[in-house]
Nanobody
Framework: QAQLVESGGGLVQPGGSLRLSCAAS????????MGWYRQAPGKQRELVAE???????NYVESVKGRFTISRDNAKNTVWLQMNSLKPDDTAVYYC????????WGKGTLVTVSS
């Protein structure tokens, strides 16, 4: 059974950093494009960053230069390093695995506030 488990969320001050992790099981990890999405209160879920099985990343404009997505296919894990966090980054962050079908994690809350 496919499963994604996120960790690493929490409360951080503006300008701070967090590193999110997503551990995958039940899938052939290297086949999947892995992504991080977020959903802020009252807003639609949006793509933040994604990375192909071969390691090519893609970012939404608002996080370019601040966030870095990476993966280790041997560890079935994808990370999202978030630096220079802003209050607008506050959201529930979801891990996604996409290869024809979509698999979602349950999400981890990131709160950026002083």
């Amino acid at each position: 059974q496919a499963q994604l488990v996120e960790s690493g969320g929490g409360l951080v001050q503006p300008g701070g950093s967090l590193r999110l992790s997503c551990a995958a099981s039940g899938i052939i990890f290297s086949y999947y494009t892995m992504g991080w999405y977020r959903q802020a209160p009252g807003k639609q879920r949006e793509l933040v960053a994604e990375i192909t099985g071969g390691g090519t990343p893609n970012y939404v404009e608002s996080v370019k230069g601040r966030f870095t997505i990476s993966r280790d296919n041997a560890k079935n894990t994808v990370w999202l390093q978030m630096n220079s966090l802003k209050p607008d980054d506050t959201a529930v962050y979801y891990c996604n695995a996409r290869w024809g079908v979509n698999v979602w994690g349950k999400g981890t809350l990131v709160t950026v506030s002083s």
